[in-house]
């Protein structure tokens, strides 16, 4: 498949044209990547879509902020995670968008009143590995036995509690801070609530991880161009029958042959929006049953730089699991002075109780840890609170103890070949990522032709 945007999104599929009175009358409903790529395929085959976003800009959870001195922050998605045939690659490199690596080796690690070495850092890295392979032992012997599923976090608790000679207090703390950095961060959710059976059923994309120095949005605006899109309008209803669907929104009712509907699981979950009739109970089981997770950014934005210029991450191992253990050095992709920190799971939930200096207070007092006291006071921030965002409550998918794949296929299935699902969370192979919603919406284009 071509990924181009030159070439088109859908070059070598072969999808049969829709018949000409039904040309004009696609809804596609969100403006995220996936929604704005479902459109872009269909436009590319001359087939005419409206697409209908209830924010005041597109983008969804890729949304790139410029608020602090016009320095590009995206605010969701930063990385391309694997480079090797992914499609946002494809697509950054045919248009000669400026992408730049990160080596996750290249951390700056502060614990136990020290900056680590690396081999203290190596031999963490090792533990957990350690710790993962006895994981998954456990797991195919409750497989083969046939036992329920339980959360990742009890499984990883028994082969703790297990090894012999004990953990000590500190290796204990460097274990927890790796399960939360490498798992708990990326899957944006504790591991108390992710699935032992499935909480990486997912296919990684080989190659680095890459970001954006000047911005996610520049995929965003190469995929919108030209695109029919109408913002500010919530979507509140959406009845469907044998002839037509409609969508009503805060602003009026739209009438279509089809809607593909990417909104986020959060928003399926939150049930603000009415089916009528409503959804097959398959699905609204999978959207129980899926968890919606959390992941939290802050930025910090300083007078000089008093960390490790040339570290890609910075880490800190801290007596609460959890708490601002994780860094990205912006001044290693832009030569600003700033800090990106990372929360996730039901911590980064907590946060978005606190007021913004609240929430600065408590990433200063980590940074002081490490740095001392005298480093200087951020000159200006900013924060996100996806689980507030009423456009997506929440950040991202995960797989939820007791929720399998089967969920995420149940979520994606049409429904009387009428309505049409895409979005991150829909995906089998890449749930919870850009190229996973991309792709979510090149396929569930081609499902409407055919
Ligand atoms: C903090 C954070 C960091 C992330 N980091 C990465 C990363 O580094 N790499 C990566 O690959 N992925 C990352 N992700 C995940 C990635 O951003 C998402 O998987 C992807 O952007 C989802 O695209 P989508 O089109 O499925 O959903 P969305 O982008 O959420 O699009 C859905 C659209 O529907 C709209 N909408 C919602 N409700 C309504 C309504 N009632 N009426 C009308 N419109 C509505 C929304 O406003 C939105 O525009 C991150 C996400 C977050 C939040």
Redesign the pocket.
Known sequence: MSLAIGGGILACANPKALSKEHQDRILV?????????AARALAEQGIRTTI????S??????HTDRSLNNIPL????????GIEDNP?YELAKSTNIRTLKTAYTEIQLYGNGKFLSDQEKEAIDQQLAKVLRATEKAREQRTNQDQADISLKLALEQVINSKNPQFSSQQLQELNYAINTAIEHEF?ADAGDLSLYHWDHSNAVKGE?V?FPDG?EQIINLIAKGLDIKLN????NITYNNQEVIVT?NQGSFAADKAII???LG?LKQG??EFVPSLPDRKIKAIQSLGMGT???VYLQFPNVFWDQEAHLLGSISDNKGEWAEWLNIYFYTHQPILLG?NAGSYGRAIESLSDQGIVAGAMQTLQQMYGSQIPKPTGYLV?R?QQD???Y????YMATGSTPNDRQALAESVNNRLFF?????SQN?????????L??VEVAQKVMA
């Open positions: 409903i969100g403006a995220g990547i996936a929604g704005l790529a209908l976003e209830g924010r800009r597109i983008g969804g959870r890729i995206d605010l969701g998605a930063s990385w391309i995670h946002i944006a991880d970001l996610y309008q919530i979507v509140k929104t990417t909104l986020p928003v603000n929006l992941l939290n950014k990372f996100t996806w009423p456009f997506s929440g950040s991202y998918s895409a979005g991150e969370a829909t890449y749930p919870s990522t850009v190229h996973g919603a991309f979510s919406g």
